[in-house]
Every structure is written in structure tokens, then in C-alpha cells.
């Protein structure tokens, strides 16, 4: 089992920013390529970003690329989201996940096996 708790949602004007992170626990924390992903109201889960095991390669959905940065730091155990210039569409509840690396990157949500509770971010306009 892989415990995951995310941190840092909140409200914030549009073109603001805020950083999210995610303390893994239960697991060593680098056997795993890691997501970020969303939910909106009435809408389905839709993937983010991720990261490989080792921080190597990321991949971003094409709303979020050049805005948004996610990061790992493995002696912490902790994923981060720095998300600049956000729009009110971000709004959300943004979750971590995790997917065992041996299963390659993915971005589908379905594919994630372990996720956080997730943390409430508030675009206003």
C-alpha cells in the first residue's frame, strides 16, 4: 500500500498561483511514476501531468503544458505541482496518484492504483 496526502489547494485570483504537494508513505516512494489529476464538478476525472520514477520524463496534458510543472523529490517523498497563470477551468479537486513503474507512464486515470484524497483549488475570475 501506497499512502498519499496532498497539501496546498486554496483560492486564488485568476493568472495567480499555487503549489500542491503530496507526501507518499507506506511504500519506497521511487518504485513508482506519479500523477496529478483532476476533477471538476459534473465532470470525470482527467489527467494532469505525471512523472517518471526518477524524475526523467514528465507529460502534460495539453491545457495545463507550459503553465503548470510537476517535480518529485524522492529523499522527501513528496510530488509537487507549481501551477502559474491559472485560469477559473482549473478549478477543481486535484489528486495525486500512484502507478508502480513497471508499468510504464500513463494518462488515463484508470491506470493510477493508489491516490490521495485530493485538495479543493478555486480559480476566481
Known amino acids: 500500500q501506497v499512502q498519499l496526502v496532498e497539501n496546498g489547494g486554496g483560492l486564488v485570483q485568476a493568472g495567480g498561483s499555487l503549489r500542491l504537494s503530496c507526501a507518499a508513505s507506506?511504500?519506497?516512494?521511487?518504485?513508482?511514476?506519479m500523477g496529478w489529476l483532476r476533477q471538476a464538478p459534473g465532470q470525470e476525472r482527467e489527467f494532469v501531468a505525471a512523472i517518471s520514477r526518477f524524475g526523467k520524463t514528465t507529460l502534460y496534458a495539453d491545457s495545463v503544458k507550459d503553465r503548470f510543472t510537476i517535480s518529485r523529490n524522492n529523499a522527501k517523498n513528496t510530488l509537487y505541482l507549481q501551477m502559474n497563470i491559472l485560469k477559473p477551468e482549473d478549478t477543481a479537486v486535484y489528486y495525486c496518484?500512484?502507478?508502480?513503474?513497471?508499468?510504464?507512464?500513463?494518462?488515463?486515470?484508470?491506470?493510477?492504483?493508489?491516490w490521495g484524497q485530493g485538495t479543493q483549488v478555486t480559480v476566481s475570475s
Open positions: 507506506g511504500r519506497t516512494f521511487s518504485d513508482y511514476n
Open positions: 496518484a500512484a502507478r508502480y513503474y513497471g508499468y510504464g507512464a500513463s494518462y488515463n486515470p484508470q491506470d493510477y492504483t493508489y
